[in-house]
């Protein structure tokens, strides 16, 4: 429930309709002290029908005009565009805390869209506002206690009560009765979900497996293309060693034929005594 206060603000005594204590969600769009222009949301912490105060994370100087957009609490009204003008600004005390901005409208009025408002409040330009009224139940309270009600009335007015809260309970009854013979959606989507995640498995699984199996397909078609290739290598060299092994033997059976015929040669020859 929305409560009146006072407050200790520059011009508070000067005040010309009440002030209630209301979040009601705005964005604020003006230029920081920085000549950066600046858009956020946020909300009231009070309201009339003069201006505002709101929570900023944002310095906004005092006099400056920023561009207010309110969204309506009646939810039926479309948001309310109004152009203020910013009159007090309380600083933080640490950087965690944020500022506190107070607005001045341009054109006072019901920018908020209470339907009903206190008794000093007024409509904007072109709109109308409700009259403040007693709610529906107290009016009606009022006049049964004013009425001269016979006893029998009063009997009457208690057998009601009682059936009212006969249809209640059976009421209640009934409805907590469907409720449990419902099926249970949550449980048929959580078993659709596991089978779900159990195909997703499934494939995943078959998936991988492929890859393996190409994978081995692969590297045993290079093995065998490699073996083949160092076979091939092996028997060229198998052959190079041949070819020198028979050379190398040429060789020393020439150089073992050339010895033997110098040590012939240096024999001397012997003649007759």
């Given at each position: 429930m929305s409560e009146s206060h006072r407050s200790n603000e520059p011009g508070a005594e000067k005040r010309r309709s009440t002030r209630l204590a209301k979040s009601v969600p705005i964005k604020i769009t003006g230029t920081d002290a920085l000549g950066q222009t600046f858009q956020e949301s946020t909300a009231t912490v009070m309201i009339d029908c003069y201006g505002c105060k709101?929570?900023?994370?944002?310095?906004?100087?005092?006099?400056?005009?920023?561009?207010?957009?309110?969204?309506?609490?009646?939810?039926?009204?479309?948001s309310k565009v109004v152009q203020a003008r910013v009159v007090w600004v309380q600083r933080p005390k640490t950087y965690r805390e944020v500022y506190h901005v107070?607005?001045?409208?341009?054109?006072?009025?019901?920018?908020?869209?209470?339907?009903?408002?206190?008794?000093?409040?007024?409509?904007?330009?072109?709109?109308?506002?409700?009259?403040?009224?007693?709610?529906?139940?107290?009016?009606?309270?009022?006049?049964?206690?004013?009425?001269?009600?016979?006893?029998?009335?009063?009997?009457?007015?208690?057998?009601?009560?009682?059936?009212?809260?006969?249809?209640?309970?059976?009421?209640?009854?009934?409805?907590?009765?469907l409720e449990k013979s419902k099926p249970r959606p949550r449980a048929a989507s959580e078993s659709t979900q596991e089978s779900q995640l159990a195909e997703m498995r499934k494939a995943a699984g078959l998936a991988a497996a492929e890859a393996v199996a190409e994978q081995i397909a692969a590297m045993r078609e290079w093995i065998e293309e490699n073996t083949v290739r160092v076979s091939a290598a092996l028997e060229e060299t198998r052959?190079?060693?041949?070819?020198?092994?028979e050379v190398l033997n040429a060789q020393s059976a020439k150089q073992g034929r050339g010895q033997s015929t110098k040590r012939r040669s240096k024999v001397p020859m012997s003649g007759p005594e």
């Open positions: 709101y929570q900023s994370k944002h310095y906004a100087p005092k006099d400056s005009t920023v561009r207010v957009e309110i969204r309506r609490l009646d939810a039926t009204r479309s107070a607005l001045a409208f341009e054109v006072p009025g019901n920018v908020w869209g209470i339907p009903w408002p206190p008794s000093d409040w007024f409509a904007c330009a072109g709109e109308e506002v409700a009259v403040a009224e007693p709610p529906v139940e107290e009016s009606v309270a009022a006049v049964i206690a004013s009425s001269p009600l016979t006893e029998t009335g009063r009997g009457l007015s208690a057998q009601l009560a009682v059936a009212d809260e006969v249809v209640l309970d059976c009421t209640v009854e009934m409805m907590t009765a052959r190079e060693l041949q070819a020198l092994r």
